[in-house]
């Protein structure tokens, strides 16, 4: 029932559009859908190249991921935003783990990595150099709107869209992530 009730509110947040069938398809198509997650270990954090892992500990996960479409230069400077959402993974003691990959067109990966190098972000900020995670995963939508994730324990998706501006998309974040974590301990 909560399933229907999150599948409904977020096609209602879309219904503006009018593809509204193709996004209610394209939605219905990626909610219970398992992501394979590359192996991406290249990241900058805290201004540093570095090699990370994603965490097997992990009760539920958001990813976020920023491909070719992302004017980086120009947002970049705006990831501040997200500072709520990893604040509350910090309060999780890491039961909830948001990933950040950016996809670069090839041209543009060495500006991408100066910039993250100088925003200096607490974060960690995946490169996907190569754009695996969108050929792994080929039933996600081109539209950015669908790029924002919440993952199960078992990769499985079970929200989609950005929580960021948007009070009550974070709340059902919250409360699923909450819900996650219990089933998981």
Known sequence: MFRLVVLLSLLLAFSVSCNNRNIRKELAQMMNSEIKIPHLHHAIFNGKDT????????????IAI??????????????????????YSKATDSKFEPIFIFSPKQE???SLKQSLRENMFEWPFFIDENGDFLKNNPFIPQDSRFHTFLLN???????????INNE???????EQIQIQIQINQ
């Not at 980086?72 to 604040?87: F, G």
């Not at 324990?153 to 929580?163: R, T």
């Open 108 to 110: 543009e990966i060495v």
């Open 66 to 87: 920023f491909d070719s479409t992302f004017c980086a230069s120009c947002h970049l400077p705006n990831m501040k935003v997200w500072n709520e959402v990893i604040s």
């Open 153 to 163: 324990s078992e990769n499985k998706i079970i929200l989609v869209g950005s929580p």
């Open 168 to 174: 009550d998309l974070w709340s059902m974040y919250k």
């Open 51 to 62: 090699v990370m892992h994603f965490s097997n500990e992990t009760s539920v996960r958001m």
